[in-house]
């Protein structure tokens, strides 16, 4: 074979080479997309979880406040919209739409939530915040579902399952505690009621509530660190990979024009 054909022999073969990776270069990116895929996914799961677990302590805060509100006013709104929490968490009233942390703030507010609707789907647990000018509480539109069960389709673990049943379990026996306080407003007997609402061993109740919702909370910020960054390490490393094999790619293209030039002009 003269030196021609061993160029065209040549090109030839860094034109396969330069094909293959080339073919390599678009696995390594279709891998890449999909790995940050896979850290939206991730984000986007963890984000979820926080919110739910937080959930558990707005439901709590919400009571507290009802609760103090009935003692100091005696509207029977209050009252009204402190057993609906309840209902809602536990399931035994419907879940209002797109409800969250901040939907009792817009209620005791005097606005409708549902009218707040793209900003509670931006900022989820603002439910309660939206009516005390109201004497009716907010539109119901989903069917009753209980936070346990939202909690446990939402992918925790069991020991954080755990930790989320406890603490609903002390808000639940917290309740039970403001529900008295309510009835000592009923019988006139304000200072009771503020006191109950208010003093050291309620305050201590509240961080009995709190205390497993940290440490879950604590657990998801961790846990989500740790996803992620295992996540960026195979990114970045994919990326390398990538640069490598399109150089690489370029070079042997590069090559094989090379050779093919050489080969015409020696033919």
Do not use: C
């Amino acid at each position: 074979m003269g030196n021609v054909g061993k160029l065209q022999t040549a090109a030839l073969v860094l034109t396969v080479a330069a094909g293959l990776m080339a073919v390599v270069s678009l696995i390594l990116f279709w891998r890449l997309s999909s790995v940050e895929q896979k850290i939206a996914e991730s984000q986007a799961r963890q984000y979820r979880n926080y919110v739910l677990a937080d959930g558990l302590r707005q439901t709590s805060d919400d009571l507290t406040r009802m609760a103090r509100l009935y003692a100091a006013t005696g509207e029977e709104r209050y009252r009204n919209w402190f057993q609906q929490i309840l209902d809602i968490r536990d399931g035994s009233a419907p879940r209002p739409e797109n409800y969250g942390g901040i939907y009792w703030d817009f209620v005791v507010a005097g606005e409708n939530p549902q009218a707040r609707r793209q900003l509670v789907q931006v900022l989820p647990g603002i439910y309660w915040d939206f009516a005390v000018d109201r004497e009716n509480p907010p539109d119901a539109a989903s069917e009753p579902l209980p936070l346990q069960t939202l909690l446990a389709s939402a992918g925790f673990t069991e020991g954080q399952l755990d930790l989320l049943r406890e603490s609903e379990a002390n808000s639940n026996a917290l309740a039970t505690l403001e529900t008295e306080a309510m009835q000592a407003a009923d019988a006139g007997d304000l200072e009771r009621a503020r006191s109950i609402l208010n003093g050291a061993d309620y305050h201590e109740s509240k961080a009995v509530i709190m205390r497993p919702l940290a440490q879950i909370l604590d657990d998801i910020e961790h846990t989500a660190a740790a996803e992620t960054a295992g996540y960026v390490r195979q990114w970045q490393t994919l990326a390398v990979a990538l640069l490598a094999a399109l150089v690489l790619s370029i070079l042997l293209s590069a090559g094989a024009v090379a050779a093919f030039i050489v080969a015409l002009r020696k033919s």
